[in-house]
């Protein structure tokens, strides 16, 4: 009988899903961002968990601080993915021995620190014993039921966005696990983007308003796994014109003799949204988004054929559903 | 400065709540058992978080089925106490190398059974890999505002009642743990406490309706601890006459030659409600209990000085503030 290690997160997820039953009616299948239960009043309850464990989450060089803040935020860009406002964060931790006073009040403050950016409260929680680090957030928000989106609505012909540039945090991975180098500016920006995580929430929010998306992911999975799951949800694929590639990245990546779009295309951790958009809806999706102070860059469009293609210079390619995935190291 | 295991968890609990920032006019304050938030029409959104880690909250005997469906009774009996049906569930499970197939099916499925057992479903969740087993869940309901039963409502007069008998646990763990003998009918209702824990959520619910009830808390970390829990939120004492322990409880104490008060006070992991009910309408909330096939044990009073007392045949005994309390076996 195989073991965890040998299964890989997806396998391990298919297992605990097909002992579950499915609630009937609900509002969000298995398998999105997040979760949802109907409120009435053309409200949905928004929940999330998602958990932080110090030996595969937190890189050398990332305080406590950052790892509770980090914690919170991956929860928060999954709401951010879905449209909704986060309300309250609950922190289910485990501590190991050997932490001081110092940590542990690093740790709180965090926790408070990423949930207030967003306009959250940390609300509760729970501290155990533990042998790793685990800092185990669940979100929670309420939207509406029209604005709420979902990974299944991209239709042939829709445009494919992001929220931002893709291969900061693959790079600055190399950099604090690696010891690559950097000029100081190449190597800021980089690192900044594995410690300090942003979620793309006024965007998403600014986005669900404008009724102009079809389908959107927070892409902490990867760039690629983002549109492979899209694809999966949506039964459409996508044709990649340009790979949104950070400055960044790209010095990094010619400093170092590496692909930047293998860096941009197969990271993860970068919690930018990746989102399909109605075509004549395109500039007032822009708008929105730039009018809450980001920006919406189009990448490619959504296809009939279920594939995942790349154009480059050397042709089209396909874009492999691979991204970062637990249990993968073994 | 100190360490983790050197604090215990009310102090680790304390450091986090000092580091964060409370919501205004939030609708249950830190340190009740679950978290809410206001979703208008009366109505609040209930969240809550409790985590099972292996090395701790999974005895010796108890298989990964039922420490999956305990990780989530454990959060279903503090909406319980609250008077709140659970209607979604989310796991975080950190799963050490080493777990098979099978062993991932079952926690899946002992996920299942706890939440359908309640009228709940699991609904999403994240896995990783961790040293331990933690199995992290969140639940979510919804209840009215004004049924919502708190901590801090007991008025001195008010009687003191549980929804069961206590002392199972501890007794349980000691035939688990350390190898006490007992006698088949009495081993397995004790052991049956351990390993299948039960929320106490129809009487919960039914006690919330009759409107009867001044402050109530789930009994997870046994039934001194929470009498002191009361006490702190409700600024009152009390005066408790009968302690209810198990019948199974007092045969292994008396075999074992054990004090069966120290194993009802001062046990923990025992689900049962303990509530203060209003004295005009006790009649209401015993025969609420009741319809719904429970049974509400009068065990004492509410009492104006702010201590824990309790009559036994040598004369009136403080009951001490402790419990079950992580890290504190250091």
Aim: hydrophobic letters at 45%; glycine letters at 10%; one cysteine or more.
């Amino acid at each position: 009988m195989r073991l965890v290690e040998e299964l890989g997160e997806r396998k391990i997820i298919d297992i605990i899903l097909g002992s579950l039953e499915a609630m009937p009616n609900v509002s969000v299948p298995f398998g999105d961002d997040v979760s949802a239960v109907d409120i009435g009043g053309g409200r949905l309850a928004v929940i999330k968990t998602d958990m932080l464990v110090g030996k595969t989450d937190v890189p050398q060089g990332m305080t406590f601080w950052q790892a509770a803040r980090k914690a919170v935020v991956m929860n928060i860009s999954d709401l951010a993915a879905k449209g909704t406002q986060p309300q309250a964060l609950l922190a289910a931790i485990g501590l190991p021995r050997g932490l001081t006073e110092k940590d542990i009040e690093q740790i709180g403050r965090g926790l408070n620190a990423g949930a207030r950016q967003y306009g959250a409260y940390v609300l509760g929680g729970d501290t155990n014993e533990a042998s790793d680090l685990i800092i185990s957030c669940a979100a929670f928000g309420t939207c509406e039921k029209r604005s709420f989106m979902r990974r299944s609505g991209a239709k042939p012909g829709d445009l494919v966005a992001t929220t931002g540039f893709f291969g900061k945090t693959s790079a600055g991975l190399k950099i604090l696990l690696e010891g690559l180098s950097a000029s100081p500016e190449v190597r800021e920006q980089l690192v900044e983007a594995v410690l300090m995580p942003q979620a793309r929430l006024k965007e998403g929010l600014a986005l669900a308003e404008t009724g102009a998306v079809s389908a959107s992911i927070d892409a902490s999975d990867g760039l690629a796994w983002s549109l492979h799951e899209i694809s999966r949800a949506s039964h459409v694929g996508f044709l990649i014109d340009i790979l949104p590639v950070a400055d960044a990245s790209v010095k990094f990546a010619e400093a170092h003799s590496l692909n930047p779009s293998e860096l941009a295309l197969y990271g993860g951790e970068e919690y930018e949204l990746v989102v399909t958009v109605k075509p004549k809806l395109w500039n007032r999706a822009e708008a929105a988004v730039k009018k809450v102070g980001g920006s919406l860059t189009k990448i490619g469009i959504v296809t009939a054929e279920p594939s995942v293609l790349l154009k480059t210079e050397e042709g089209t390619i396909a874009v492999e559903a691979r991204g970062w995935e637990h249990f993968k190291t073994a």
